[in-house]
């Protein structure tokens, strides 16, 4: 609830702004889909070998104002999706929503997006487990321009910091937070009005 006031106060504080030194609205989805196999090995302390398999999609969705001199600020909402399969076991599924503040620069070919996520929750549904946090990201983004928008490829760095652990209806602090950093490639999609 506390993330829907901040957004609430990021657009009411927009509004207040001269909003003629504003060129457009930057409507930017991303998707991106990865998916890995590994095997364990055999060895003598661990004579079964087992493939673990990952898939992980990440889908982002931010909405941004621009000035006439390319600075963009606005906010991201992410949700990822993980699904882990280690050897013959059911598959474990793991979603991550996180919501944050945009500032950047956004120019006919590049795009380049910094996030901080003041909200971010990371859950095992079926534990009933979910760890909250922060984090943030960095986009760089190439824009391949076609009539009012753009497609093209962005990679993607996150860093996430979880410090509370819930399990049920019991909530903790952590003594050391669980951290989550990643680097991924993604298509992304930038539409101006």
Excluded: C
């Amino acid at each position: 609830m506390a993330h829907v006031k901040k957004i609430v106060l990021l657009i009411f504080l927009l509004n207040f702004l001269s909003l003629n030194s504003f060129a457009d609205i930057l409507i930017a989805p991303g998707l991106s889909i990865q998916q890995g196999t590994s095997n364990s090995g055999a060895t003598s302390l661990n004579p079964t070998s087992y493939a673990t398999t990952s898939n992980l999609q990440v889908l982002e969705f931010v909405i941004a104002w621009t000035t006439e001199k390319s600075w963009a600020f606005g906010i991201n909402s992410a949700t990822d999706t993980q699904s882990i399969k280690i050897g013959s076991s059911a598959a474990s599924t793991y979603t991550r929503a996180s919501t944050g503040l945009v500032a950047g620069m956004v120019t006919e070919k590049f795009s380049g997006l910094f996030t901080y996520y003041f909200a971010s929750s990371y859950s095992l549904a079926s534990a009933s487990s979910t760890y909250t946090g922060s984090g943030f990201q960095l986009d760089l983004g190439y824009k391949i321009p076609v009539k009012g928008w753009a497609f093209g490829p962005r990679l993607t760095y996150r860093s996430f910091s979880y410090t509370n652990y819930t399990y049920s209806s019991t909530s903790e602090s952590l003594s050391t937070a669980k951290t989550d950093v990643e680097l991924y490639p993604s298509v992304g999609v930038w539409l101006t009005f």
